[in-house]
């Protein structure tokens, strides 16, 4: 992964940026992979987090950020690293105070699933702050890829696997049986030189595994194509081409009595009737 | 492999052959929405021309 993304970063921040919104301080906090190198060198000592454990699915990931543990001067903060996946969370039902995601979650293959156990490790009035790829994600690479296998090929089939859209992401916080939930979403368009620079960039990623299908892969007549009706389509006066990055935020929190809940239906004691009597008809 | 030398191999040709990559791209672009098999054939093999000379003279 290339280091100090900027792209990541920016993600990464304004995800950390929400625990400084919430009034309580998180001591133990679980970070799942995806751009979790970025989420601790970013962290900068918000939200209170005195334990943080690192979680990814792959072992080369957990080692480099094991070893570059001392660039990243969280001295306060006792770090433990664990290989492991989202899908079958290794940790106690609620455990940790808040569960970090930047990036990652739209990897997984069962989503819900992933987050109910996210739930379930989380403490009561935990939190579950997540940031995943929307679906206008890199638009215009998949219509001139689409274009291009239309006039070369004759037919399309997909190259990119789904993502979410932001009306699933409610649905997601709500059937994983989180409170409170929150959804808003973010549209980064990022420059570059050229259609390579972006799938170089999607490469140091490790997007295009997910959002590439492997098994189609592109056949290099398609893929000049697609190189050359992206610049045509979308490029800018100068030369370079935009690529949409859409991120869904999602929040969500762990049950807990002190949390404002909607009112049981007929518990209502006062009509509108009677409002509108009091304060009388029309504007 | 193919992998390792596909984004380098792709960037050679775009720069060698980058008129082409031009024409063909322009002649796609000016008729979307309406996309049709072959309809930039002919810009296509050009591109396809020029990239055969570009893998043929450098690999």
């Known amino acids: 992964m290339r280091p100090n993304d900027s792209f990541v970063d920016a993600v990464a921040e304004n995800l950390l940026d929400r625990l400084e919104d919430c009034k309580k301080s998180f001591p133990t906090a679980l970070c799942l992979g995806g751009s979790l190198e970025a989420v601790r060198r970013l962290l900068g000592g918000r939200g209170g987090i005195e334990k943080l454990i690192m979680m990814d699915t792959s072992y080369d990931m957990i080692k480099l950020c094991k070893d570059t543990e001392k660039d990243v001067h969280n001295e306060n903060i006792e770090t433990s690293y664990i290989v492991g996946d989202e899908e079958f969370l290794p940790l106690k039902e609620s455990s940790v105070d808040v569960v970090l995601s930047c990036l990652g979650l739209h990897w997984t293959n069962d989503l819900p699933g992933s987050m109910i156990q996210c739930r379930l490790a989380l403490k009561p009035d935990g939190i579950f702050l997540g ?137 209502a004691t006062v009509s509108f009737k009677d409002i509108q009597k009091k304060f009388g008809n029309g504007n | 492999m193919k992998e390792r030398n596909s984004t380098s191999t792709l960037k050679r040709i775009l720069v060698n052959c980058s008129a082409q990559v031009k024409e063909y791209g322009g002649c796609v672009a000016a008729k979307v929405p309406e996309v049709e098999r072959d309809m930039c054939l002919k810009e296509f093999l050009a591109l396809k021309t020029c990239m055969l000379k570009t893998l043929q003279g450098k690999v």
């Open chain 1, 131 to 267: 940031a995943i790829l929307g679906g206008e994600t890199l638009k215009e690479l998949r219509i001139a890829c689409t274009v291009a296998q239309m006039e070369r090929e004759g037919g399309i089939s997909p190259r990119i696997s789904p993502l979410a859209q932001v009306r699933d992401a409610g649905n997601l916080l709500s059937r994983a049986g989180f409170a409170l939930p929150g959804v808003d979403v973010d549209e980064y368009v990022v420059k570059y030189q050229s259609a390579l620079e972006l799938i170089e960039h999607l490469r140091s990623m490790g997007e295009t595994n997910a959002l590439l299908q492997r098994n189609n892969m592109l056949n290099r007549e398609t893929a000049l194509a697609t190189a050359a009706i992206y610049d045509s389509m979308f490029a800018a006066e100068d030369g370079t081409i935009p690529a949409t990055f859409q991120v869904i935020f999602m929040t969500g929190w762990r049950e807990h009595s002190s949390q404002q809940k909607a009112k049981r239906r007929g518990s």
